[in-house]
């Protein structure tokens, strides 16, 4: 389930919505709800540990990179058993390891949930539970109630966490023997090895190597076929988080994931309701690509996707192309009709462009779409209707989660130019055409 991509529906605007002080999130006060009780079951044991000056549960396991373009450098497995409900190996340089030491403390529950959302979550039956799907050849994960659109019901942490650069760095052998240390030091490594690992690049198991040769590929192979993309100290990682793991891909998923600010953690929000024992999934790549692109991007996984969209009949697949395909030209083409002068030819696609975005159930996309709509609005002069869409925008983020958990949109004073220009430079351009034909106008 690896891709850099697979934090798929954060809109463009993310990043600079949750640099800026107005959306700074406020940190939750749990009490006596720990997110260690979140995530374990009940009969689980809290490690301990007498050094309570090291993060780290074991000493540094190393090796030293022999490639030319890293040459000298120590990449090393280090474990903290004190986070999580499995533990975590970090396979890294020692002073990323130093930077992302600090990031172990972070609690999904500040991130994702409200003390009353955690609780509620906790205390009562998952939402949700993992079961055999033959179809697929493996495991899934259905609902066992129904969940509302845009609620959190998974919180997740990761277990194994891989530095991006370790696979040029040393040998695959290296490779090999640092990943059997990652997990083996693990409070459960269990919970990892048993996580399919038929789909790494596409290949299957091969029944004809030897015992020891299939061990010292196994945890490879987990990871290639189930981490995620995600950057924790400002470097980019493979994480694996077994919960997570279990959900199964489809293009028109019905849920979609969050990672936390530190990249440690992951939640899981409806994308729609999902009734109960409807199996949940989440898109593997790019959501609102066409048929082909997609086909080719889930080749990695070695899979052929019969989701319902992929399902659909030639005819109905092929408008879905087509709409898609519009979709991702509509910007361009926005922006060339506002540079030509016609503002009202831009304001009439990006209507359209919203009405097809809704057809194809791509609400993700919205956001953006909304906060455009609000900017051509604001440069007309027409400011009641930028302020309409631009709340459009900011109201949909924040159901997303893209806002933080405990945003109170009631008490927030939308100003409307400051969102506009934090929600991203897509229309730089068309400001600045539009500022110098002003320009122009007055001399």
Not at 234 to 263: D, M, Q, W
Not at 303 to 309: D, E, P, R
Not at 339 to 345: D, F, N, V, Y
Request: hydrophobic content about 40%.
């Amino acid at each position: 389930m690896y891709s850099p991509l697979r934090n798929t529906v954060w809109p463009t605007a993310l990043a600079l919505l949750l640099s800026t002080a107005i959306f700074q999130r406020a940190t939750a006060t749990v009490g006596v709800l720990d997110i260690d009780d979140l995530l374990h079951t009940k009969d689980q044991q809290t490690f301990s540990s007498d050094d309570s000056d090291s993060p780290w549960s074991h000493d540094p396991h190393c090796t030293v990179s022999t490639s030319l373009s890293t040459l000298g450098r120590k990449y090393c497995v280090y474990t903290s058993n004190f986070t999580g409900p499995t533990g975590i190996s970090i396979i890294t340089t020692p002073r990323i390891a130093a930077a992302a030491a600090p990031l172990l403390d972070d609690n999904p529950l500040d991130n994702f949930l409200t003390p009353a959302q955690a609780e509620a979550l906790y205390f009562n039956a998952p939402p949700y539970k993992v079961v055999d799907v033959p179809e697929k050849g493996g495991k899934g994960v259905v609902a066992t109630r129904k969940i509302r659109k845009f609620e959190t019901f998974m919180v997740d942490q990761a277990s194994v966490v891989v530095d991006m650069s370790l696979e040029r760095a040393v040998s695959r052998e290296e490779n090999w023997s640092l990943l059997r240390v990652a997990v083996e030091r693990l409070r459960k490594p269990g919970v990892v090895r048993e996580l399919s690992a038929k789909h790494a690049d596409g290949r299957e198991e091969e029944e004809d190597e030897g015992e020891e040769e299939l061990l010292g590929r196994l945890e490879e192979d987990v990871m290639m076929t189930n981490a995620f993309g995600s950057q924790i100290a400002e470097t980019k990682f493979r994480a694996l988080y077994p919960l997570v793991s279990r959900i199964n891909h489809a293009c028109h998923p019905n849920a979609f994931v969050l990672f936390s600010r530190a990249g440690i953690s992951m939640a899981v929000k409806a994308y729609r309701d999902i009734e109960p024992g409807e199996e949940i999934s989440i898109s593997y790549v790019t959501l609102g690509q066409p048929y082909p692109r997609r086909h080719d991007a889930l080749k990695r996984w070695g899979f052929t996707c019969t989701c319902a969209l992929c399902s659909l009949p030639t005819q109905e697949k092929t408008a879905s192309d087509v709409r898609r395909s519009l979709i991702a030209q509509a910007e361009t083409k926005i922006i060339e009709f506002w540079q030509a002068g016609k503002p009202t030819e831009a304001i009439d696609l990006t209507h359209e462009a919203i009405e097809i975005i809704k057809d194809e159930g791509l609400e993700h996309l919205l956001t953006d779409e909304y906060a455009l709509l609000a900017k051509l609005y604001l440069l007309i002069g027409e400011r009641e209707k930028a302020e309409h869409y631009g709340r459009m925008s900011f109201d949909l983020l924040a159901d997303m989660g893209f806002l933080g958990h405990d945003v109170d949109r009631q008490r927030v004073e939308l100003d409307i130019e400051n969102f506009l220009e934090m929600v991203g430079d897509g229309m730089r351009e068309v400001r600045g055409t539009y500022v110098q034909e002003a320009e122009d106008e007055e001399v």
